[in-house]
């Protein structure tokens, strides 16, 4: 028009009269204003763009927040449903994407792209609109060769929710069109068997939940209720929640899925029964609004909010009356990120005069009521999403301008573009805008980004506290100065209360987090990081009192050489050995005397050997316990103590023969005297003890063991005897004792000075006293000096005989020789058997 005016002035110039000219010129000023004021009725539509390539936008404008079951088909009104003011600036940053990179010279030069957009505003009924961006011509053609006869759309952008986009995705996944979503960030959309051509630049749930999980953590918070909504959305966020927290301290008091018919006033009272802080809320815009607003009208207070990114960044809420009395909200959003030229172009938008009169279909698509927003209001509206979808075109215009080979300066139009063309560019993403580096991994999911963790403050403002980044390392931050709690502090959300240092949790109810407390007992500790719901057992070498965190190192002790009491019984083995061979030479110089012969003549020799080998055992009581030193407590003394009993039983069956048997049974005796009887049973029985030792130590070795039963910070060192091993070698040594003990008290009545029948039941009554203290001791007596006393006990057996029965005949021969005579014995002996014939 005003290159038209400019051209009809100059002809004015050369053609008409000086007088005509101003005439003409007022006309066409006239004219030229006229048309001015009449621009108004041609305003483009907000929805529609032409160009070389197109691009599909699905936002949600409107949304059907009630779907009404109909009995007939009718077509979607989206003029009558809730207005989404923060999906409308969404809507506006595609334009405004699209419009940015159509003036760069640097992506697509010399190509333009387009687009259709459409209000998507219902979950299950919009598919005509995704029919007539399949369509080809009007038409679709489900059988036609791929991938001839397409639409001319090379990539859709959307959708919002993930219910809308299970929707309708699989109608571009047949052909492969690229579909990139902003917000649709359920975890099924990663099966790229299912979803070969979704890609999406917002995080999937999983990374949200991850946050979430990490705050409660931060915050030491275990009781939790999950308020989700009921679609594909929250069930899948219910899901990732659920196996995220499997294996930590975090239990799920209490979840519910939300619709337009929850009871919230039933939700509410469930949570306040439970005792619960912490509630999360992983649901969109229009359900968090619906729950907030339903928890200030039934006065719930003092609870912790956690928003998902749904709605973390949300204006209109802080500004509802009594929203501060519900508890503290922290949230999970996206990084605030302002976008150049982003808010001039809106201005440029709604600074434009639309007519009154203008159809609304020429501004929509759909009947829409945005003309009348102000400019502040969508600028300051929620900006959650909106880098996705300024990443989101910017990715397929990224890609397409690879397919194209624009890297030269100009497009390269001979080549025919196709949407999974697109697609395979599109994986291969790999760019930076604004300072971020948009890539994706291999299922279609973003590569980069990362979280914010907002406070809502006084002011109502999502306050930045901390944040999550993903890439290119993981770090978790939050800055707790810059949290105003309700409560003063931070509060706690727990079932029970942490049990107290060195007590474990007993199970109580169906939830790890409910639990009571037992303290640990002696011998155990607890360790909260292994297992908070077991005490554990010390090991062998260490120890630990009630309530312990940890295990001490017991204290070894065995009886060493140095040990006053060994001393004294080591001094004891030597001058048991002096005496015995001081009395061994004594008996070989008067070795023919009768005092000697009665003794037993050749066979004390045989006891004083046996008696110093006996001795041996006790050296070995003392010191650190080895294996042959355990061995050698036992055999030496089991073995030749053995034959000495045996000597003392054949002695004692002599004495009662030659007095009492001899006169009744001569034949027995004559046999007895002939074969050497008395060798024979010696032998024998060293044989018997001999094999029986052998075998209990081949298959069963006495061996050292710790034992920790006794005391509870001291570990023992002692000798462990294997019970079936011994048995047999402690039978046959009491059997003996039993034998000798019954033929020398069958010679209780022997004449006075030949006593050696009263000796020997003597020295038996002192071994069995000596034994029956020490079982005594054993049992009551737990400790180091057990072993002590078992060195005492066998030193005393061995004294019993050398004092109480060798000693008062060494006392004889060296004090009273003149009853150690021939004629003195033989008178004793013959007024005996005159006394006994009678």
Known sequence: MRFNFIFRIGLLNGSFTSTMKPFFISLLLLEFFLHESAQCTVQASEFHLEGDYLLAGLFNIHHDSSPVVQDRPEAVDCSGKPFILSSYRRFQLMRFSVEEINNSTDLLPNVSLGYEIFDHCSDIHSFPIIFKLLSVDGLIQPWAEPPKNLSKVMAVVGTVTSTQALTVAPLFMMDLIPMVSYAAS???????????????????????????????????????????????????????????????????????GLDQHTNYSQVFRQIEAQKITTIIVFAPEWTAEALIKSAIQQNVTNKVWIAGDGWSLNKELPKEKGIHNIGTILGVSEPKVTIPGFSDFIHHSKGQTHCENAEQSMFCNQVCNSSSLKLEEILNVDPSFNFPVYAAVHAIAHALH??????????????????????????????????????????????????????????????????????????????????????????????????????????????????????CPKGTYFNKTEDPYECINCKETEWSAAGSTSCNLRELEFVPFTDIGAILIMVGAWALVVLTVAMSVLFAINYNTPVVRSAGGPMCFLI?????????????????????????????????????????????????????????????????????????????????????????????????????????????????????ASIGPVVLLVSLCFLCFIFSYMGKDLPKNYNEAKAITFCLLLLILTWIIFATGFLLYKSKDIQTLNALAILSSLYSFLLWYFMPKCYIIIFQSHINTQEYFQGLIQNYTKTISK
């Open 608 to 724: 004083f050997g046996c008696l110093c080998l006996s001795n041996v055992s006790v050296f070995f009581y003392f010191g650190k316990p080895t294996g042959s030193s355990c061995v050698m407590r036992l055999l030496p003394f089991l073995l030749f103590y053995t034959v000495c009993l045996a000597c003392f039983v054949v002695r004692s069956f002599q004495i009662v023969s030659i007095f009492k048997m001899a006169a009744k049974f001569p034949k027995l005796h004559s046999v007895w005297i002939k074969y050497h009887g008395q060798w024979l049973f010696i032998t024998l029985t060293f044989v018997t003890q001999a094999l029986l030792l052998l075998f209990g130590n081949m298959f069963a070795p006495c061996k050292p063991h710790n034992e920790t039963s006794w005391y509870p910070d001291k570990t023992i060192l002692i000798c462990e005897m294997n019970i079936k």
């Open 402 to 519: 690879n397919t194209l080979q624009c890297d030269s300066g100009r497009c390269n139009r001979n080549i025919t573009a196709y949407p999974y063309m697109v697609l395979a560019e599109l994986k291969k993403s790999n760019f930076t805008l604004l300072n971020q580096s948009v890539t994706f991994d291999e299922n279609g999911d973003p590569n980069y980004g990362s979280y914010s963790i907002v406070f809502w403050n006084q002011s109502g403002d999502a306050q930045e506290i901390g944040f999550h980044n993903f890439y290119p390392n993981l770090y978790f931050f939050i800055d707790n100065s810059k949290i105003q709690w309700k409560t003063k502090e931070v509060p706690t959300s727990r079932c029970s209360q942490e049990c107290d240092e060195g007590s474990k949790k007993k199970p109580d109810g169906i939830h790890r987090c409910c639990f009571k407390c037992e303290i």
């Open 186 to 256: 359920s975890t099924v959309f990663s099966r790229k068997q299912n979803f070969p051509s979704f890609l999406r630049t917002v995080h999937p749930n999983k990374d949200v939940i991850e946050v979430i999980v990490n705050i409660m953590q931060h915050f030491n918070w275990s009781w939790v209720a999950f308020l989700h909504i009921d679609d594909n959305y929250g069930n899948d966020g219910r899901e990732l929640f659920i196996k995220k927290i499997d294996g930590t301290e975090i239990c799920l008091a209490y979840t519910k």
